[in-house]
């Protein structure tokens, strides 16, 4: 399905491949090292793509989608070599992870430099409105991130909690992707308010999904390691809800390993949770997400590009990794 979902903007997408390597230039040669093994490291770049298709479903009549669709890579990489350090993960996308291959301060400072590339670019688009979004799309990324480190371990963190953090970190940017392709395309208030909203519930399905596949997905497959928000003690959705409605013994064992971070029961805390109907609770929701972003559609002239868009929507709850 991811296949169909980049086929409309092939061409754009490679070209926009080509300028992120191209924005990677420094003087300093670790900034370059660095920079190029975590943007070579792949992934599906959804984030750049809603960009392209947005802006296409839009008939954008420029190339200024290009440089805009790099940006928001260039964002996400920055709270990637971030938030592995943060986290101190190992593994990212099936390779080690860019502290754990160089060190820690050099991935948090080669961070600073991608995101201040990222503004670098912003400028040249001279569009004052999309800047005003980019800025508070990162300032409420930190937020996110700052929320979710005051979070770690702590077993008293409810759905709320959780809904507002994952919204923070990782919706807000699929948002921002979207609303900035229409913005860019000149698109009129209701298609660009359609299309933000679309992002805002494809992004939130997707990290529903991403939390979920911490107890039920491939290592392989993922990238990263199974267990790596319980070893964290990230009290993820599914982990919540198991809490709230599994048994007192449940709670208890679930409790206990957020607090310390230890994976020694990490079976049984994946069969709590499959059990207790934790993982699908996660699921219905990603579900009612991705239908809510499938709705937002209807505002948009049909196109190969919406339709994109709605493979989109249904592979973000359908994906294995």
Not at 77 to 96: C, K
Not at 152 to 161: G, L, P, Q, R
Request: some cysteine.
């Amino acid at each position: 399905m991811y296949e169909s979902i980049r086929a409309p903007v092939e061409d754009d997408f490679e070209a926009v491949n080509q300028f992120v390597i191209d924005q990677l230039y420094s003087n300093v040669s670790l900034v370059e090292s660095i920079g190029h093994y975590i943007v070579a490291a792949g992934g599906k770049r959804m984030r750049p793509v809603l960009v392209l298709l947005s802006s296409r479903a839009c008939d954008i009549d420029n190339d200024d989608h290009l440089p805009m669709a790099g940006v928001i890579e260039f964002i996400h990489t920055a709270t990637l070599l971030h938030d592995d350090v943060v986290d101190m993960s190992t593994l990212r996308r099936g390779r080690p992870t860019a502290n754990s291959q160089w060190n820690n301060p050099s991935s948090v400072l080669v961070g600073d430099f991608i995101y201040s590339r990222a503004f670098q670019i912003l400028v040249s688009l001279q569009n004052m409105r999309i800047m005003q979004i980019m800025a508070d799309t990162t300032n409420r990324i930190a937020e996110g991130e700052v929320l979710q480190l005051l979070n770690k371990h702590n077993v008293e963190v409810s759905e709320a909690d959780y809904m507002r953090v994952i919204h923070n970190k990782t919706a807000i940017l699929f948002e921002a992707a979207a609303q900035c392709g229409a913005i860019l395309a000149g698109a009129g208030e209701h298609i660009e308010d359609a299309l933000r909203r679309f992002g805002l519930h494809v992004g939130t399905a997707f990290q529903l999904i991403d939390d979920v596949l911490d107890y039920e997905g491939d290592s392989e497959k993922l990238g990263k390691n199974i267990g790596d928000d319980l070893a964290e003690g990230k009290p993820t959705l599914p982990l919540i809800y198991a809490m709230q409605h599994g048994s007192e013994t449940d709670a208890s064992l679930i409790a206990g390993s957020l607090k310390t971070g230890g994976l020694e029961s990490l079976e049984k805390i994946i069969a709590v949770v499959q059990e207790s109907g934790g993982l699908s609770y996660t699921r219905k929701l990603a579900q009612e997400q991705a239908e809510k972003a499938i709705a937002c559609l209807e505002a948009l002239p049909e196109s190969s590009y919406r339709t994109a868009l709605d493979s989109m929507a249904r592979f973000s709850i359908e994906r294995v990794s």
